[in-house]
Protein backbone atom coordinates (compact mmCIF):
# COMPACT_ATOMS: atom_id res chain seq x y z
CA UNK A 1 0.00 0.00 0.00
CA UNK A 2 1.37 3.36 -0.50
CA UNK A 3 0.23 6.05 2.02
CA UNK A 4 -0.39 9.89 0.33
CA UNK A 5 -0.45 12.89 2.04
CA UNK A 6 -3.01 15.19 1.51
CA UNK A 7 -2.68 18.75 1.95
CA UNK A 8 -5.51 21.44 1.86
CA UNK A 9 -4.50 24.67 1.10
CA UNK A 10 -6.97 27.78 1.21
CA UNK A 11 -6.46 30.86 -1.19
CA UNK A 12 -4.69 28.63 -4.00
CA UNK A 13 -5.83 29.94 -7.08
CA UNK A 14 -3.81 32.95 -6.93
CA UNK A 15 -0.80 34.94 -5.00
CA UNK A 16 0.93 33.26 -2.23
CA UNK A 17 -1.23 30.28 -2.03
CA UNK A 18 -0.66 29.51 -5.69
CA UNK A 19 2.95 29.18 -5.22
CA UNK A 20 2.06 27.18 -1.83
CA UNK A 21 0.06 24.44 -3.81
CA UNK A 22 2.71 24.27 -6.54
CA UNK A 23 5.39 23.54 -4.16
CA UNK A 24 3.39 20.89 -1.83
CA UNK A 25 2.31 19.17 -5.27
CA UNK A 26 5.74 19.11 -6.61
CA UNK A 27 6.91 17.27 -2.62
CA UNK A 28 4.68 14.75 -4.33
CA UNK A 29 1.35 15.68 -1.63
CA UNK A 30 -2.07 15.30 -3.46
CA UNK A 31 -3.88 18.95 -3.08
CA UNK A 32 -7.34 19.85 -2.49
CA UNK A 33 -7.29 23.79 -3.45
CA UNK A 34 -9.82 26.04 -2.61
CA UNK A 35 -11.11 29.42 -4.78
CA UNK A 36 -13.69 31.42 -4.29
CA UNK A 37 -15.91 30.55 -7.22
CA UNK A 38 -15.73 28.33 -10.54
CA UNK A 39 -14.64 30.88 -12.29
CA UNK A 40 -11.24 31.05 -10.36
CA UNK A 41 -11.40 27.31 -10.18
CA UNK A 42 -11.68 26.63 -14.04
CA UNK A 43 -8.39 28.91 -13.74
CA UNK A 44 -6.30 26.11 -11.96
CA UNK A 45 -3.94 24.34 -14.59
CA UNK A 46 -1.29 21.22 -14.09
CA UNK A 47 1.57 22.50 -14.62
CA UNK A 48 1.03 25.83 -12.55
CA UNK A 49 -0.43 25.35 -9.50
CA UNK A 50 -0.31 21.48 -9.43
CA UNK A 51 1.89 19.18 -10.67
CA UNK A 52 2.13 15.36 -10.51
CA UNK A 53 5.38 13.24 -9.18
CA UNK A 54 3.92 9.64 -8.47
CA UNK A 55 1.50 7.41 -10.32
CA UNK A 56 -0.81 7.87 -6.73
CA UNK A 57 -1.13 11.64 -6.86
CA UNK A 58 -4.64 13.38 -7.25
CA UNK A 59 -5.47 16.86 -7.08
CA UNK A 60 -9.15 18.28 -6.22
CA UNK A 61 -9.79 22.33 -6.59
CA UNK A 62 -13.05 23.18 -5.16
CA UNK A 63 -15.26 26.29 -5.19
CA UNK A 64 -15.79 27.60 -1.86
CA UNK A 65 -16.92 31.10 -1.06
CA UNK A 66 -15.77 31.16 2.52
CA UNK A 67 -16.80 34.98 3.33
CA UNK A 68 -20.02 32.94 3.34
CA UNK A 69 -19.28 31.71 6.68
CA UNK A 70 -20.70 30.03 8.89
CA UNK A 71 -22.90 28.82 5.73
CA UNK A 72 -20.25 27.00 4.05
CA UNK A 73 -20.12 24.97 6.77
CA UNK A 74 -23.74 23.44 6.74
CA UNK A 75 -21.94 22.08 3.42
CA UNK A 76 -20.69 18.41 2.60
CA UNK A 77 -20.00 18.70 -0.87
CA UNK A 78 -18.60 21.20 -3.54
CA UNK A 79 -18.66 22.08 -7.17
CA UNK A 80 -14.64 21.45 -8.07
CA UNK A 81 -12.52 19.48 -10.68
CA UNK A 82 -10.53 16.63 -9.96
CA UNK A 83 -7.37 16.34 -11.30
CA UNK A 84 -5.55 12.61 -12.20
CA UNK A 85 -1.99 12.58 -13.46
CA UNK A 86 -1.30 10.03 -16.02
CA UNK A 87 0.04 6.62 -15.60
CA UNK A 88 3.61 7.41 -15.14
CA UNK A 89 5.34 9.60 -12.06
CA UNK A 90 5.74 13.24 -13.65
CA UNK A 91 3.25 12.90 -16.57
CA UNK A 92 1.44 16.44 -16.65
CA UNK A 93 -1.09 15.00 -19.03
CA UNK A 94 -4.24 13.93 -17.36
CA UNK A 95 -7.50 13.99 -16.95
CA UNK A 96 -9.90 16.86 -14.88
CA UNK A 97 -13.11 15.67 -14.12
CA UNK A 98 -15.75 18.64 -12.78
CA UNK A 99 -18.26 17.67 -10.52
CA UNK A 100 -19.85 17.78 -6.81
CA UNK A 101 -16.63 16.56 -4.72
CA UNK A 102 -15.91 16.14 -0.85
CA UNK A 103 -13.58 18.70 1.64
CA UNK A 104 -13.00 16.54 3.73
CA UNK A 105 -13.43 12.44 3.37
CA UNK A 106 -16.12 11.31 5.62
CA UNK A 107 -16.36 7.83 8.14
CA UNK A 108 -14.65 4.84 6.56
CA UNK A 109 -14.39 7.45 3.26
CA UNK A 110 -11.25 8.13 1.16
CA UNK A 111 -10.90 11.49 -0.61
CA UNK A 112 -9.93 9.58 -3.80
CA UNK A 113 -10.03 5.76 -4.21
CA UNK A 114 -7.26 4.47 -6.12
CA UNK A 115 -6.10 0.91 -6.04
CA UNK A 116 -3.28 0.49 -3.95
CA UNK A 117 -3.45 4.07 -2.59
CA UNK A 118 -4.21 5.24 0.87
CA UNK A 119 -4.99 9.12 1.36
CA UNK A 120 -4.36 10.45 5.03
CA UNK A 121 -5.24 14.04 5.91
CA UNK A 122 -1.48 15.96 6.77
CA UNK A 123 -1.37 19.13 6.06
CA UNK A 124 -3.88 22.48 6.26
CA UNK A 125 -2.91 26.09 4.99
CA UNK A 126 -5.25 28.42 5.25
CA UNK A 127 -3.95 31.43 3.22
CA UNK A 128 -7.17 33.11 1.69
CA UNK A 129 -7.58 36.43 2.83
CA UNK A 130 -8.63 39.79 1.75
CA UNK A 131 -7.09 43.23 2.63
CA UNK A 132 -8.82 46.41 3.36
CA UNK A 133 -9.23 49.56 1.31
CA UNK A 134 -10.16 52.22 3.99
CA UNK A 135 -9.71 53.77 7.08
CA UNK A 136 -11.91 51.98 9.87
CA UNK A 137 -14.69 54.83 9.84
CA UNK A 138 -15.19 54.33 6.36
CA UNK A 139 -15.55 50.66 6.42
CA UNK A 140 -19.02 49.13 6.42
CA UNK A 141 -20.24 46.23 7.87
CA UNK A 142 -20.37 44.29 4.69
CA UNK A 143 -16.96 44.94 4.62
CA UNK A 144 -16.58 43.81 8.13
CA UNK A 145 -18.34 41.04 8.04
CA UNK A 146 -16.53 39.36 4.59
CA UNK A 147 -12.86 40.26 6.36
CA UNK A 148 -13.52 38.22 9.32
CA UNK A 149 -15.47 35.76 7.96
CA UNK A 150 -12.56 35.05 5.52
CA UNK A 151 -9.17 36.28 7.41
CA UNK A 152 -10.33 34.75 10.91
CA UNK A 153 -13.45 32.34 11.21
CA UNK A 154 -13.41 30.10 8.20
CA UNK A 155 -9.72 29.33 9.24
CA UNK A 156 -11.37 28.46 12.55
CA UNK A 157 -14.04 26.64 11.57
CA UNK A 158 -11.40 24.84 8.79
CA UNK A 159 -8.67 24.05 11.51
CA UNK A 160 -11.81 22.29 13.37
CA UNK A 161 -12.33 20.39 10.90
CA UNK A 162 -8.80 19.55 9.67
CA UNK A 163 -7.78 18.88 13.17
CA UNK A 164 -10.51 16.13 13.22
CA UNK A 165 -8.94 14.47 10.43
CA UNK A 166 -5.64 14.68 11.73
CA UNK A 167 -6.40 13.09 14.84
CA UNK A 168 -7.11 10.30 12.88
CA UNK A 169 -4.20 10.15 10.92
CA UNK A 170 -2.30 10.12 13.64
CA UNK A 171 -4.15 6.88 15.51
CA UNK A 172 -4.03 5.06 11.86
CA UNK A 173 -0.24 4.78 12.44
CA UNK A 174 1.24 5.44 8.64
CA UNK A 175 4.48 3.34 8.13
CA UNK A 176 6.69 6.04 7.48
CA UNK A 177 8.63 3.53 4.65
CA UNK A 178 5.33 3.07 2.86
CA UNK A 179 4.91 7.13 2.53
CA UNK A 180 5.21 8.93 -1.04
CA UNK A 181 6.99 11.64 0.97
CA UNK A 182 8.32 12.60 3.72
CA UNK A 183 6.00 11.10 6.78
CA UNK A 184 5.83 14.00 9.53
CA UNK A 185 3.35 14.44 12.05
CA UNK A 186 -0.38 16.61 10.89
CA UNK A 187 -0.13 20.48 10.78
CA UNK A 188 -1.99 23.31 10.60
CA UNK A 189 -0.35 26.39 9.32
CA UNK A 190 -2.22 29.77 9.43
CA UNK A 191 -0.87 32.70 7.03
CA UNK A 192 -1.30 35.83 9.35
CA UNK A 193 0.33 38.43 8.74
CA UNK A 194 2.97 40.84 10.58
CA UNK A 195 0.23 44.09 10.63
CA UNK A 196 -1.23 41.41 12.95
CA UNK A 197 1.35 42.51 15.56
CA UNK A 198 1.05 44.75 18.63
CA UNK A 199 3.14 46.93 17.67
CA UNK A 200 2.35 47.12 13.99
CA UNK A 201 -0.61 50.04 14.11
CA UNK A 202 -0.11 51.44 10.58
CA UNK A 203 -3.82 53.66 9.77
CA UNK A 204 -6.22 52.00 7.09
CA UNK A 205 -5.31 48.67 7.92
CA UNK A 206 -7.70 48.55 11.41
CA UNK A 207 -10.08 45.94 10.95
CA UNK A 208 -7.46 43.64 8.37
CA UNK A 209 -4.83 43.84 11.44
CA UNK A 210 -7.38 42.70 13.99
CA UNK A 211 -8.18 39.77 12.01
CA UNK A 212 -4.63 38.57 11.69
CA UNK A 213 -4.22 39.37 15.32
CA UNK A 214 -7.09 37.09 15.69
CA UNK A 215 -5.41 34.46 13.83
CA UNK A 216 -2.02 34.39 15.20
CA UNK A 217 -3.57 34.17 18.68
CA UNK A 218 -5.65 31.76 17.65
CA UNK A 219 -3.28 29.56 16.61
CA UNK A 220 -0.92 29.83 19.38
CA UNK A 221 -3.62 28.84 21.46
CA UNK A 222 -4.52 26.29 19.35
CA UNK A 223 -0.89 24.67 19.60
CA UNK A 224 -1.81 24.12 23.24
CA UNK A 225 -4.58 22.07 22.50
CA UNK A 226 -3.34 19.98 19.97
CA UNK A 227 0.29 18.80 20.68
CA UNK A 228 -1.36 16.26 22.67
CA UNK A 229 -3.04 14.78 19.46
CA UNK A 230 0.15 14.32 18.14
CA UNK A 231 -0.84 17.14 15.39
CA UNK A 232 1.03 20.76 15.33
CA UNK A 233 -0.13 24.03 14.40
CA UNK A 234 1.91 27.26 13.26
CA UNK A 235 1.48 30.58 11.48
CA UNK A 236 2.90 32.64 9.75
CA UNK A 237 3.52 36.29 9.15
CA UNK A 238 4.83 37.24 6.64
CA UNK A 239 6.26 41.54 5.61
CA UNK A 240 4.98 42.44 2.79
CA UNK A 241 5.14 40.20 -0.19
CA UNK A 242 5.47 41.61 -3.72
CA UNK A 243 3.43 40.54 -6.89
CA UNK A 244 0.56 39.75 -5.59
CA UNK A 245 -2.98 40.81 -6.53
CA UNK A 246 -3.78 41.46 -2.78
CA UNK A 247 -0.51 44.01 -2.99
CA UNK A 248 -0.98 45.26 -6.60
CA UNK A 249 -4.53 46.67 -5.67
CA UNK A 250 -2.97 48.23 -2.59
CA UNK A 251 -1.82 51.10 -5.04
CA UNK A 252 1.41 52.76 -5.11
CA UNK A 253 0.70 55.65 -2.31
CA UNK A 254 -0.61 52.38 0.02
CA UNK A 255 2.31 50.68 -0.68
CA UNK A 256 4.45 53.09 0.05
CA UNK A 257 2.83 53.41 3.32
CA UNK A 258 3.14 50.15 4.22
CA UNK A 259 7.03 49.55 2.94
CA UNK A 260 7.89 52.31 5.93
CA UNK A 261 6.02 51.01 8.52
CA UNK A 262 7.56 47.40 7.71
CA UNK A 263 10.81 49.36 7.86
CA UNK A 264 13.63 46.99 7.86
CA UNK A 265 11.48 44.03 6.98
CA UNK A 266 12.58 42.50 3.76
CA UNK A 267 9.98 42.22 0.68
CA UNK A 268 9.05 38.19 0.22
CA UNK A 269 7.95 36.55 -2.64
CA UNK A 270 5.00 34.04 -2.54
CA UNK A 271 8.06 31.27 -3.32
CA UNK A 272 9.67 32.33 -0.11
CA UNK A 273 6.49 31.64 1.89
CA UNK A 274 5.50 28.90 0.21
CA UNK A 275 9.16 27.50 1.04
CA UNK A 276 8.59 28.69 4.81
CA UNK A 277 5.37 26.75 4.73
CA UNK A 278 7.51 23.53 3.75
CA UNK A 279 10.16 24.24 6.23
CA UNK A 280 7.20 24.29 8.92
CA UNK A 281 5.45 21.10 7.82
CA UNK A 282 8.75 19.05 6.59
CA UNK A 283 10.86 20.15 9.48
CA UNK A 284 13.88 18.36 9.49
CA UNK A 285 13.12 16.32 6.12
CA UNK A 286 13.13 19.91 4.32
CA UNK A 287 16.70 21.31 4.86
CA UNK A 288 18.18 18.45 2.34
CA UNK A 289 14.95 18.30 0.46
CA UNK A 290 15.18 22.26 -0.57
CA UNK A 291 18.99 21.71 -1.77
P1 LIG B 1 -4.33 37.43 -3.34
O1 LIG B 1 -5.33 38.54 -3.33
O2 LIG B 1 -3.31 37.39 -4.40
O3 LIG B 1 -5.09 36.00 -3.35
C1 LIG B 1 -6.17 35.82 -2.49
C2 LIG B 1 -6.59 34.38 -2.52
O4 LIG B 1 -7.67 34.24 -1.58
C3 LIG B 1 -7.12 33.95 -3.88
O5 LIG B 1 -6.79 32.61 -4.12
C4 LIG B 1 -8.63 34.09 -3.70
O6 LIG B 1 -9.41 33.20 -4.49
C5 LIG B 1 -8.80 33.70 -2.24
N1 LIG B 1 -10.07 34.25 -1.76
C6 LIG B 1 -10.42 35.57 -1.75
N2 LIG B 1 -11.70 35.67 -1.32
C7 LIG B 1 -12.14 34.41 -1.08
C8 LIG B 1 -13.38 33.86 -0.65
N3 LIG B 1 -14.43 34.64 -0.39
N4 LIG B 1 -13.48 32.52 -0.51
C9 LIG B 1 -12.43 31.71 -0.79
N5 LIG B 1 -11.24 32.16 -1.22
C10 LIG B 1 -11.10 33.50 -1.35
O7 LIG B 1 -3.67 37.46 -1.87
P2 LIG B 1 -2.18 37.12 -1.40
O8 LIG B 1 -1.71 35.90 -2.07
O9 LIG B 1 -1.39 38.36 -1.45
O10 LIG B 1 -2.43 36.82 0.16
C11 LIG B 1 -2.62 35.50 0.66
C12 LIG B 1 -2.65 35.55 2.18
O11 LIG B 1 -1.43 36.08 2.66
C13 LIG B 1 -3.76 36.41 2.75
O12 LIG B 1 -4.31 35.79 3.89
C14 LIG B 1 -3.03 37.70 3.14
O13 LIG B 1 -3.69 38.37 4.19
C15 LIG B 1 -1.70 37.15 3.57
N6 LIG B 1 -0.61 38.11 3.50
C16 LIG B 1 -0.33 38.75 2.32
C17 LIG B 1 0.70 39.67 2.25
C18 LIG B 1 1.00 40.41 0.99
O14 LIG B 1 1.85 41.34 1.04
N7 LIG B 1 0.45 40.06 -0.14
C19 LIG B 1 1.52 39.97 3.45
C20 LIG B 1 1.16 39.22 4.62
C21 LIG B 1 0.13 38.33 4.63
P3 LIG B 1 -10.14 33.71 -5.88
O15 LIG B 1 -9.09 33.62 -6.94
O16 LIG B 1 -11.24 32.73 -6.04
O17 LIG B 1 -10.62 35.10 -5.64
Known sequence: MNYVPVAVVTGATRGIGRAIASLLSRKGLACVLIGSSAESVRRVRVGEQLHFTHPFQKHRALAIDLAR????????????????????????????????????????????????????????????????????????????????????????????????????????????????????????????????????????????????????????????????????AACLEPGLVSGTDMTNELGADAQRQLVDGLIGLPTQTPEDVAAAVWQVYAGENAREDMQ
Open 69 to 232: WPEWTGESRFWGVDFSGGETAGAVAGEAREGSFRLFPGPREQLWETPGAHYFVSLLVNCAGVSQHSLSVRTGPAQIQRIMNLNFASCVSLSNLAAKQMLHTVRQRVPPQHCVAPYVSPCIVNISSVLGAPQMAIPGTTVYAASKAALSQYTRVLTQEVTSWGVR
